[in-house]
């Protein structure tokens, strides 16, 4: 059965520092992969998706960057992080369009 | 384009009662329809979809919904709340028009009173 990963649960980083998220899917091959933000008491942004190895589309511009270096490894990425970084962030997974999303359990990021 | 409305942002019910979380959608195609369900501090889970098949569609933990396409609506409803049900929940719409990349409703918060 398919399953993903995604760490850390858990971050906490000043402003300025690196962010480095990754997502891993197990069970399937070239999944459609994606990460999501949840602001509190909001609801998801879509910020990148990924259709296959290299291939990013981005749907918010901003602070963030993804990549994509093997078929089932997604990365989210940033140089400098600000204030409004903070949130929960979602990577998610599908087989095919239209199929349903597969996601994983997040990871709380607090940027002080 | 594509998009998804959820009428309520709080829904309070007594346990053992009957939930209605409403969600209306705008399509120019044929839409998919997904409910998911998100506890504190988790990812999300699929409690059902609707991908142009029979449009009563059943899903897990006794929750189920019904495409209506005269009413462009995609109602969740549960006859019996259990606590165990409180939870936000979110409607997503997906279609050819839109790339097929979902659009997320901004979700209910449903609380369930003893």
Known sequence: SQTIHQWPATLVQPVGSPLSLECTVEGTSNPNLYWYRQAAGRGLQLLFYSVGIGQISSEVPQNLSASRPQDRQFILSSKKLLLSDSGFYLCA???????????GNGTRLTVT | ??????????????????????????????????????????????????????????????????????????????????????????????????????TFGRGTSLIVHP
């Open chain 1, 93 to 103: 997974w599908r087989d095919r369009e239209n199929s349903p999303l597969h996601f």
């Open chain 2, 1 to 102: 384009a594509q998009s998804v409305t959820q009428l309520d942002s709080h829904v309070s019910v007594s346990e053992g009662t009957p939930v209605l979380l409403r969600c209306n959608y705008s399509s120019s195609y044929s839409p998919s329809l997904f409910w998911y369900v998100q506890h504190p501090n988790k990812g999300l889970q699929l409690l059902l979809k609707y991908t142009s098949a029979a449009t009563l569609v059943k899903g897990i933990n006794g929750f189920e919904a019904e495409f209506k396409k005269s009413e462009t609506s995609f109602h969740l409803t549960k006859p019996s709340a259990h606590m165990s049900d409180a939870a936000e929940y979110f409607c997503v719409v997906s279609d050819q028009g839109g790339s097929y990349i979902p």
